[in-house]
């Protein structure tokens, strides 16, 4: 009988409670009907699309049974550079694994060229205003494949594929085996080399020659998985990748005058380059400072040239990776400096650009772009997880940004705090996507937005936060870039507003920020973010892997927070309903604050009280204290009247209404 009584006690004060709160809202005109939270709607039960099983434990790391398939790569590829058009022509001899379970009938390719054709989807849906991804008016794009061969079991035989806009369907006239079939598909095609390749490839042309900048540039596997079967979603501008893991075996042969600089190791260095550029290079294996391979004043003149022949053959190797990118011109200075790994490995950054992008001053121009790569590098490494690969290089030209693995690229009059910011955001891809491989043609939030998250780490550490500036990085600043979108971030890229989708980079990356300063804690929230990135390097995690994976390994039940931030475009508005002293004659007695969640987004609460004296306090409560509804009072024990109450004093929260977060007493 004891606990009887005692829940009909709780029962019989509830309602004096509910008045309670009623009243000290009705102080501040925080009224019930200006309330739009549910708890039900934020706390209620989720249930995942894809259940935790032996392919993905409901811990959020790959189950004792998952499986990826492979794709390895040999490509031999010119680029012709002719009066009229600059072409490349190339074969690529695909050696595919099966190792899922099914047996497969056919095979499907990506042919991300094909976007540039004038009849392709992307063309179709670029607006008449164009856009970042325009890629309309390039009327010679696309692939043109001449052959497609396959080889399985001992036998060759050449098959007419079919294709459809970006994508190419390749039938097979025996079933490809399950768990561990091989196969090999060999392709010849060629393409021309748009001049704006939806700002991720293309050619801009300086005083010295063309710069090149060669993406998505042979047919890729699509990547077969359990989720979707083959992940065959067409490339259309502003949705990026979802490819296969591999090795990289390719070859370059352009004119003779041209640097290439490419993803991986080149193999022919002794080759292609002259003594004097060998010796630069081993110097800048040894040197933390920029090392010129070749300078300005070398540019134009033959000495830096390999002299004999129209071309030269560059060779290159990249192992386990999910793709590679190359480029080249006559125009490119080349600089490099050592990259120093947590392992004690070393590696090498290396940049090339035009002469124009040292601007009036090396310092605030491309002249520290090495600088920021191998830093870049070396902080991304020491806090997640190490860079896998030997090299990486960043290229100056037509793109204003893009990643690649080992290479990125950049726009070419970029300097100083652009140019940082540009670099370390493109090499940050390398983790996300390239070694943790969500797909970026789905999930765009799961790559950009995790990428601007460690951004930010990569720039406060950066030569003592050289470049930092915490506004920009506030929740009240990032705030006035998403407050109006209509889409959440699980929208698919194609199907987001063009003028929202920097909520993938800004909302994301908040929502990680109040994860990590609020909710978890920094141990917590690194301990759990590194715990996926470790389970997930070189493999396929969806967003519930990640939801799963912070649920985990950070003991913390945060579903009411990927729910609201990721699955809604609902808003925050906290607000102080009141304030009340226990004696309305002695405030020494204590005080009830009353906290109203008066939006459907929920998040914790950090609350500033400062009394007359100027004792202050900072108090933490935590996201639970509206699980069963949109108000909570507590008593606070104040030794003397309360001179203000503020609610998210360091402005770490995207709270929609400002003006009712701060209580001060009225004047008597």
């Given at each position: 009988m ?5 829940r ?12 309670g709160?009623?009243?000290l809202?009705?102080q ?18 989720i ?6 099983s032996e392919?993905r434990?409901a811990?959020?790391k790959p189950?004792?049974?998952?499986w990826?398939?492979?794709a ?5 590829a010119?680029l012709?550079?002719?009066p009229?058009d ?10 595919y694994?099966?190792n899922?379970?099914?047996?497969l009938?056919?095979?499907?390719f ?30 010679r794009?696309g692939?043109h ?17 079919v ?6 369907q ?7 085996a399950?768990n561990?079939g091989?196969?090999?598909?060999k392709?010849n ?11 991720r ?7 010295q ?8 540039w042979?047919p890729?596997?699509?990547v ?8 065959t ?5 502003l949705g990026e ?12 042969t ?5 640097t290439?600089v490419g993803?991986?190791?080149?193999q ?11 010796g630069?290079?081993?110097e800048?294996?040894k040197s ?8 300005p ?12 022949g129209k ?7 990249m ?14 200075i080349?600089?490099a400096?050592?990259i120093?790994?947590?392992s004690?490995?070393k590696?090498i950054a290396?940049?090339a650009?035009?002469?124009?992008s040292?601007?009036s ?15 870049s590098?070396?902080i991304?490494?020491?806090?997640y997880?190490?860079?896998?690969w030997?090299?990486?290089v960043s290229?100056?030209?037509?793109a ?10 950049c ?10 910011g540009?670099i ?6 390398n983790?996300?996507?390239?070694i ?12 950009e ?12 550490k950066?030569?003592?936060?050289e ?8 929740a ?12 959440p971030?699980?929208t698919p ?6 003028r929202?989708?920097g ?7 908040l929502?990680?920020d ?9 141990d ?5 973010f590194?715990?996926y990135v470790?389970y997930?390097?070189m ?5 519930y ?8 390994a950070?003991?913390?039940?945060l ?9 809604t ?16 004659s ?8 009353t ?6 987004l929920?998040?914790?609460v950090?609350i ?8 202050t ?14 108000v909570w009072?507590f ?6 009247a309360?001179e ?7 402005g770490h929260l995207?709270?929609?209404?400002l ?8 004047a008597?």
């Amino acid at each position: 009988m004891r606990h009887l009584k005692s829940r009909l006690f709780g029962l019989l004060l509830a309602p004096a409670l509910m008045l309670g709160n009623a009243n000290l809202m009705a102080q501040t005109g925080a009224q019930p009907d200006s309330i739009h939270y549910e708890h039900q709607d934020a706390f209620g039960p989720i249930t995942w699309p894809t259940p935790g099983s032996e392919l993905r434990s409901a811990s959020g790391k790959p189950g004792p049974k998952y499986w990826q398939n492979r794709a390895d790569y040999q490509i031999k590829a010119s680029l012709n550079e002719l009066p009229t058009d600059t072409t490349v022509t190339g074969q690529v001899t695909v050696s595919y694994t099966n190792n899922s379970p099914d047996q497969l009938d056919h095979l499907w390719f990506q042919l991300d060229q094909n976007l540039f054709k004038p009849d392709s989807r992307g063309a179709a849906t670029t607006p008449v205003s164009g856009d970042r991804f325009d890629v309309r008016g390039f009327s010679r794009g696309g692939y043109h494949i001449q052959s497609v061969t396959v080889t399985y079991m001992g036998k060759s035989y050449n098959v007419t594929p079919v294709i459809s806009d970006a994508r190419m369907q390749v039938r097979l006239k025996t079933p490809m085996a399950a768990n561990g079939g091989k196969i090999q598909v060999k392709v010849n095609y060629d393409f021309s080399i748009p001049f704006y390749g939806a700002d991720r490839m293309g050619r801009k042309t300086f005083k010295q020659g063309v710069v090149y900048e060669i993406a998505q540039w042979y047919p890729r596997m699509c990547v077969y998985d359990e989720i979707e079967g083959w992940n065959t979603l067409p490339y259309m501008g502003l949705g990026e990748f979802y490819c296969e893991y591999g090795d990289f075996d390719y070859y370059i042969t352009a004119p003779s005058d041209m640097t290439v600089v490419g993803s991986g190791d080149l193999q022919n260095a002794a080759q292609v380059l002259t003594p004097t550029q060998l010796g630069r290079i081993a110097e800048a294996r040894k040197s933390d400072k920029t090392v010129m391979i070749i300078k300005p004043e070398e540019v134009a003149q033959a000495a830096t040239k390999f002299g004999i022949g129209k071309t030269r053959t560059w060779h290159f190797k990249m192992l386990n990776s999910r793709d590679v990118s190359w480029a080249a011109s006559k125009a490119f200075i080349w600089d490099a400096a050592r990259i120093n790994f947590p392992s004690g490995r070393k590696g090498i950054a290396q940049s090339a650009y035009p002469v124009e992008s040292l601007g009036s001053s090396v310092s605030a121009s491309w002249g520290r772009s090495t600088e920021y790569l191998k830093y870049s590098i070396e902080i991304y490494s020491g806090k997640y997880i190490e860079y896998p690969w030997n090299s990486a290089v960043s290229v100056a030209g037509v793109a204003l940004g893009m990643e690649y693995p080992g290479i990125i690229f950049c726009l070419d009059n970029l300097g100083g705090r652009g140019l940082w910011g540009d670099i370390t955001h493109e090499i940050g891809h390398n983790w996300f996507p390239m070694i943790v491989g969500s797909n970026e043609r789905k999930y765009m939030w799961q790559d950009e937005g995790f990428n601007t998250f460690i951004n930010e780490y990569s720039t406060e550490k950066f030569n003592k936060g050289e470049y930092f500036d915490t506004v920009s990085t506030s929740a009240r600043n990032i705030l006035r870039q998403f407050s109006r979108n209509l889409d959440p971030l699980m929208t698919p890229p194609e199907a987001m507003n063009l003028r929202d989708y920097g909520a993938y980079y800004n909302k994301t990356s908040l929502g990680l920020d109040m994860l990590r300063n609020l909710v978890l804690g920094h141990d917590r929230f690194d301990y759990a973010f590194n715990y996926y990135v470790k389970y997930w390097a070189m493999k396929h995690p969806t967003p519930y892997d990640f939801f799963r994976a912070m649920n985990s390994a950070s003991g913390e039940d945060l579903n009411w927070f990927w729910k609201g931030w990721f699955f809604t475009t609902w808003k925050l508005d906290q607000a102080i309903g009141g304030v009340k002293y226990v004696s309305d004659s002695d405030p020494s007695k204590g005080a009830y604050i009353t906290i109203v969640n008066k939006e459907k987004l929920v998040m914790p609460v950090e609350i500033k009280i400062v009394q007359v004296g100027g004792k202050t306090e900072v108090l933490k409560l935590p996201v639970n204290i509206f699980q069963r509804g949109a108000v909570w009072t507590f008593k606070y024990p104040s030794t003397s009247a309360i001179e203000s109450v503020t609610l998210d004093p360091y402005g770490h929260l995207p709270d929609v209404d400002l003006k009712n977060n701060v209580y001060k007493p009225v004047a008597k």
